[in-house]
């Protein structure tokens, strides 16, 4: 595998792990005492956002989802013929 697919995949792995570790730890308005909604805000905005825990949260996450990603890559433990849920294709006879 090329060293530009590895930095491609890990960063495909990266923003899919940023999205799933995003409302990790969240909290609303409503969830803390004594907070005031000022106006203009929206209640469901969370009130502690943090954006670098976040982004560590999600580079761990991608290192091991790429990690296991370039194992069964390299070691070939599921393979296109195990995802395959419709069998071979028939052929076809064009006639030619």
Do not use: C, Q
């Not at 995003?22 to 956002?49: C, M, Q, W, Y």
């Not at 990603?69 to 395959?84: E, K, L, P, Q, S």
Request: charged share 15%.
């Amino acid at each position: 595998m090329n060293w530009t697919s590895m930095i491609a995949i890990y960063a495909l792995f990266w923003v899919l792990s940023a999205f799933i570790v995003l409302p990790v730890g969240l909290r609303t308005p409503d969830e803390v005492e004594g907070h005031v909604i000022e106006k203009g805000h929206a209640t469901s905005a969370p009130v502690n956002f943090r954006p670098k825990l976040v982004a560590r949260r999600a580079t761990i996450v991608a290192v091991v989802l790429f990690g296991l990603y370039y194992a069964n890559y390299a070691n070939g433990w599921i393979t296109v013929d195990d995802v395959n849920l419709f069998g071979t294709p028939p052929v076809k006879d064009l006639g030619y």
